[in-house]
């Protein structure tokens, strides 16, 4: 009897504190959400309608298809097509990036980790030193660098480029969930026959999935994130990123808030559908594996 | 032997016939052919803008340029704030990236001193020089050279709300700076409006620019002939001041001054109630007596910016004249004058003007009897003086690097951190250092 | 499969594996040595060699002026650079003191099994996919002094009569922006702590709960010690990200009042890109670098000692 209890009241505990963490979280979100569905008028006033009594839908159905209003100087044709593009744009130099980094970044972790290379730790903080560095100061000699070679406004350039400063942390954080994974089973492996190659994608990359889907959802959120390498990179509206295209609606004078909410909420949505996606896949591959509890 | 010369004078005049078509044909295929060849095909120019410079009136004029001309206009459109350093990357790596690009007073200086942009000294005729309007014209017009045409020409327009002021008694707009106070006070008294004076003074340029609107109210110099700060004596000091006290002792300004930011907030703030007068930029009217945007349409005036106290006092207010300029290092600067002239000359600003009311810094704009129309309802006629007294911030060519030093310590002095007198004397020792940084030889 | 003898030429086979496997690993490197320094060599080198000289970009008659250590010395004796160092700290401190442990609470809630488990996870990945300006006008809208949710809502429950210009007081407004950082990067440690706290073996608590361990006991001897080099990884990002942080300060406060909000990073930005001081801002990143660098290599000894007792 009271081993139940005692589990329901942790249960309850448990739920309350998970359900804070959701309010920690979610709460700016939901002001998000709100203002994007409210006309200015009823988020001036005091306090504010928390829950709008004259929902506007309108920004949203502008940036996802409806015809945009024209009394709106910032919300026009271009820059809702600018705001689409941006999300396709996104999405694929996000995921450049995270193929690269998790493909090129598990190698590399993996020597790190196993195949102890001279200097080690040193070299390791040699690579991060691109990301210690602000890029204000490479920017520049960088864009000169760039010109120079006519790669300016391409996608796979800009790929290139945030993999460039995403990839030593991607080896470092690998390198340090490698290095969790007991020696033995790898030499099991291949004292039953495996090449190095085999041990590292059938026991290292399983056991390792909770740490490559980490690295993985870094490396795409902070890319998806990215603003200064693809406004100095890009300047057709082909190659734009979203990042910029949400930075379109801000004007010389003013800010359309409620459309910005709007664009911002559609702007989060893929990263969090992918993570959903891919979330699902790993949790089972996790539980196939049977090692962790 | 008839028949024979009858045909052969046939013949001769058959072939006499067919020559003179062939020839005729053959300047008539040149001129097709000249007809059709464009004065500048193949040609593209890049140009960067940011959205709303985009206008549906802007993007109609690049086709039709595009189309009368046949060159291929390549706009990169970046949000506001990052024109700027995008100009400066491509400045510092060779200048080729853009052929066209606007350029606010405040960076005129910088990018002339330092080679970034052509001189038009060549192309502007002598009735281009005369159309331009004064303040529209330093914005252009640097160190004995022209540098490009006045893009949006604006100045800040002192605005009330004429309902609030009757509510309070006053059926006339404060003309002087005391009269405001007076009519504040009043107002508060009501108990309608607790900050009758929306201003935003974040620390960011907006802040400079009110402090120069207010301190060109009393006529204060804020540079003297030799170059050296003058702000720090006499009315530069009673502008700052004034800003001072209408924060701290009269309380006339909302303290949340200092964290807002842009005329966005003074117009938000002017359209639901919450104040009685600001400066805005552009049309203001336009926006605020328009029921559609605006709760309060119908209740907005414009009149003359209040004057200061004493011998120089003036109903001036605070401009910021843009320019399209070419970049040094462009390819194509003649198409590139082409483009700009058609675009942002007099004819392309009229239109501009009165298809999207876009301020224009040309005299025969504001003269055409079409955009006098449209202004008329706007307060047009106050306008119009009031471009007259409109005073540009410094010319410098560390503008960026004053500027900054300005913003800090104007908020120091509103933030009580330091007296007023302390902060602008802090600030002109810094200018003092700026300069001897700036100006050595040359 | 025959038996290695323990001759000689196991020795060889030794050798040769020793050089295959540096071949390995360095195969293996390669590509990712080339992605990173093969267009970063040249502007890492020349952002070096132009911290030297005062570039004079925007008055080009004056040549550019070699000041050996000049840029490094003023920049080590300047007030405003001490200030924003100081501030920087401040946003490091509050990151590290209240953003880690709140993130690896929440790491441990989410390691727990639950029904939509799959479903909270990723709702905690939101404020990291929020795109950095609407991220940065949002918090402006909620500490906004007339319209702002956090006026609103202490007005709504009748804690404050009138609304309060959050942003106008300088000591105030630095904690709003810690804040509100805060609240950006919880969800990335936390995912990083949980992915930690996931390759933890369950039969080391299990071993452990036999022996009679409490669940403190556990949490101190076996999850923290394992999850030393997750810390270490959170605590560089959070420091990396102090010294970086740039677009909360331009969104909310632009450097103000009075400065007081004036990070590093604001303060590198403006010097870099409103004023092109370029020179000057080399030596401030290399220090920069550098800086973060000796606080990177003391984490990771006082983290090794803490990993080398699990």
């Given at each position: 009897m009271t081993l139940r209890l005692k589990r329901l009241f942790n249960n309850a505990i448990f739920t309350v504190l998970i359900l804070a963490m959701l309010t920690f979280i979610l709460a700016p979100i939901a002001w998000l959400l709100i203002s994007s569905i409210s006309t200015d008028q009823e988020l001036v006033e005091i306090p504010p309608h928390?829950?709008?009594?004259?929902?506007?839908f309108q920004d949203y159905a502008s940036l996802l298809g409806a015809p945009p209003p024209k009394s709106s100087s910032l919300l026009t044709a271009s820059t809702i097509a600018l705001f689409r593009t941006g999300l396709v744009n996104s999405f694929l130099v996000s995921l450049g990036v995270t193929v690269v980094c998790l493909l090129f970044g598990s190698l590399a972790a993996y020597a790190f980790a196993r195949l102890g290379l001279p200097g080690g730790e040193k070299v390791i903080y040699v690579l991060l030193l691109a990301q210690m560095l602000p890029v204000v100061a490479i920017l520049i000699p960088l864009y000169q660098v760039i010109t120079a070679l006519g790669l300016l406004d391409k996608i796979p350039v800009v790929i290139v480029l945030l993999s460039m400063f995403h990839l030593p942390f991607v080896i470092w954080m690998l390198r340090g969930y490698f290095q969790t994974i007991p020696r033995e089973l790898e030499e099991a492996a291949m004292v039953d026959g495996t090449t190095r190659a085999g041990a590292l994608f059938k026991i290292i990359v399983p056991l390792s999935s909770p740490g490559l889907f980490a690295a993985g959802v870094y490396t795409f959120l902070q890319s998806w994130n990215a603003f200064f390498i693809p406004l100095i990179f890009t300047s057709s509206d082909t190659t734009k990123t979203v990042s910029l295209a949400i930075a379109l609606f801000v004007g010389r004078h003013d800010t359309d808030y409620t459309l910005m909410s709007a664009a911002g909420v559609l702007a989060s949505l893929p990263p969090i559908f992918l993570a959903l996606a891919f979330q699902r896949y790993l949790l089972a591959g996790l539980v196939s594996g049977g090692i962790k509890g | 032997m008839l028949t024979h010369s009858r045909s052969s004078q046939w013949m001769r005049l058959t072939v006499f016939i067919l020559v003179l078509a062939l020839l005729d044909a053959s300047t008539l295929t040149s001129k097709v052919a000249r007809a059709q060849a464009k004065p500048l095909d193949g040609v593209t120019i890049t140009m960067i803008n940011n959205p709303e410079g985009q206008t549906d009136t802007v993007k109609e004029l690049e086709t039709q340029f595009e189309q009368n001309t046949g060159a291929k206009l390549n706009v990169e459109v970046v949000p506001p704030e990052q024109v700027q350093p995008k100009i400066a990357a491509a400045a510092a790596a060779g200048g080729t990236q853009y052929d066209v690009f606007s350029t606010d007073i405040i960076f005129l200086p910088q990018f002339a001193a330092a080679g970034w942009i052509a001189t038009l000294d060549d192309h502007m005729t002598p009735e281009l020089q005369n159309d331009i309007l004064p303040f529209a014209k330093q914005g252009t017009f640097y160190n004995g050279h022209w540098y490009g045409l006045p893009g949006v020409a604006e100045w800040k327009n002192f605005v009330y709300n004429a309902a609030i002021l009757k509510d309070a008694g006053f059926d006339a707009p404060p003309v002087t700076w005391d009269d405001l106070v007076k009519q504040c006070t009043a107002i508060k008294a009501k108990g309608k409006v607790q900050y009758p004076l929306n201003v935003s003074w974040s620390q960011k340029e907006n802040l400079v620019v009110d402090y120069v609107a207010i301190a060109s109210a009393y006529g204060a110099p804020l540079f003297d002939s030799k170059g050296?700060?003058?702000?720090?004596k006499g009315d530069g000091v009673t502008a700052l001041q004034l800003m001072v006290d209408l924060l701290n002792k009269y309380k006339c300004v909302d303290p949340a001054a200092l964290a807002q930011s842009g005329s966005g907030a003074v117009s938000d703030a002017l359209k639901a109630g919450m104040a009685a007068y600001g400066y805005l930029w552009g049309t203001p009217l336009f926006d605020l007596n328009d029921p559609a945007k605006s709760?309060?349409?119908?209740?907005f005036k414009i009149a003359l910016a209040p004057k200061g106290t004493g011998p120089n006092a003036s109903p001036a207010t605070v401009a910021g004249p843009e320019a399209w300029v070419i970049s040094?290092?462009?390819?194509n600067k003649d198409a590139a004058w082409q483009f700009l002239k058609f675009f942002a000359g007099p004819e392309g600003a009229t239109y501009s003007f009165i298809h999207s009311g876009e301020p224009a810094g040309w005299k025969s704009v504001i003269a055409n009897p079409d955009v006098a129309a449209k202004l008329k309802d706007a307060g047009g006629d106050i306008m119009a003086q009031q471009q007259l007294t409109a005073v540009n911030r410094p010319s410098l060519p560390y503008y960026a690097e004053w500027s900054a030093a300005a913003q800090l310590e104007f908020q120091n002095a509103l933030v009580g951190k330091k007296t007023v007198q302390q902060a602008l004397d802090d600030l002109a020792t810094a200018t003092a250092a700026l300069k001897a940084k700036f100006t050595t030889t040359s | 499969m025959t038996a290695i003898p323990i001759t000689r030429s196991s020795r060889l086979t030794r050798i040769a594996n020793g050089i295959r496997r540096h071949q390995t690993a360095l195969i293996l490197i390669a590509p990712s040595v080339i992605i990173i320094f093969g267009l970063l060599v040249y502007p890492l080198l020349r952002s070096l060699y132009i911290s030297?000289?005062?570039?004079?970009i925007t008055t080009p008659w004056i040549k550019p002026t070699f000041l050996g250590l000049g840029n490094y010395t003023s920049i080590l004796t300047s007030g405003e650079v001490r200030e924003a160092f100081g501030r920087t700290l401040y946003l490091a401190v509050i990151g590290i003191l209240i953003g880690i442990p709140l993130a690896l609470s929440f790491a441990l809630l989410l390691n727990r099994r639950f029904p939509l488990r799959g479903l909270v996870r990723s709702l905690m990945l939101i404020p990291w996919a929020v795109p950095g300006v609407v991220n940065g006008l949002m918090w402006a809208r909620i500490y906004?002094?007339?319209?702002?949710a956090l006026n609103g809502l202490l007005y709504q429950f009748g804690i404050i009569h009138d609304y309060i210009p959050w942003l106008v007081y300088p000591e105030i407004a630095l904690l709003l922006v810690a804040l509100a950082d805060l609240w950006s990067s919880v969800p990335m440690m936390s995912l990083l702590f949980l992915a930690g706290l996931q390759s933890i073996p369950q039969e080391l608590y299990d071993a452990a709960a036999v022996d009679g361990a409490t669940g403190w006991n556990r949490f101190a001897n076996i999850t923290l010690p394992l999850l030393s080099s997750v810390m270490l990884i959170n605590l560089v990002l959070k420091t990396i990200s102090a010294f970086g942080l740039f677009d909360l300060v331009y969104l909310l406060t632009s450097g103000g009042p009075a400065n007081s909000t004036q990070v590093i990073g604001y303060y590198l930005y403006v010097q870099g890109f409103q004023r092109q001081e370029f020179g000057y801002t080399s030596a401030l990143a290399w220090l920069i670098a550098t800086m973060i660098l000796v606080l990177v290599v003391v984490y990771a000894r006082l983290l090794r000692g803490q990993e080398a007792q699990a």
């Open positions: 928390w829950i709008p009594q004259q929902p506007y | 050296d700060p003058a702000f720090n709760k309060l349409a119908g209740q040094s290092g462009s390819k | 030297f000289f005062d570039l004079h906004d002094a007339h319209f702002g």
